[in-house]
């Protein structure tokens, strides 16, 4: 089993930075991707940004040259600095992993960016 703790939600003010983390634990084999997704009120979870090991980072279109996705292997964890927010940014963050190809799920960090 895999554990996923995230941190580093809260509410900021459009223009603001924030910076997510979040740390796997538990029975990590392989770590075959990392990422994290988005899920505004009233919507559809979506993909923000995720890094294949070995590959290089992806983005979705609408957070492009503002998030940056890093990793740290050692620590089995992924981080998203998040900066020039926006309202529409406002959204339940989770983060994703890959491990052996099945995938986990953290528990969800409220990002809230007020105009």
């Known amino acids: 089993q895999v554990q996923l703790v995230e941190s580093g939600g809260g509410l900021v003010q459009a223009g603001g930075s924030l910076r997510l983390s979040c740390a796997a634990s538990?029975?990590?084999?392989?770590?075959?991707?990392m990422g994290w997704y988005r899920q505004p009120p009233g919507k559809q979870r979506e993909l923000v940004a995720s890094?294949?090991?070995?590959?290089?980072?992806k983005y979705a279109d609408s957070v492009k040259g503002r998030f940056t996705i890093s990793r740290d292997n050692a620590k089995n964890s992924v981080y998203l600095q998040m900066n020039s927010l926006r309202p529409e940014d406002t959204a339940v963050y989770y983060c994703?992993?890959?491990?052996?190809?099945?995938?986990?799920w953290g528990q969800g960090t409220q990002v809230t960016v007020s105009s």
């Open positions: 538990g029975s990590i084999s392989s770590v075959n991707a």
């Open positions: 994703n992993v890959l491990v052996t190809w099945r995938p986990y």
């Open positions: 890094i294949i090991t070995g590959g290089s980072p």
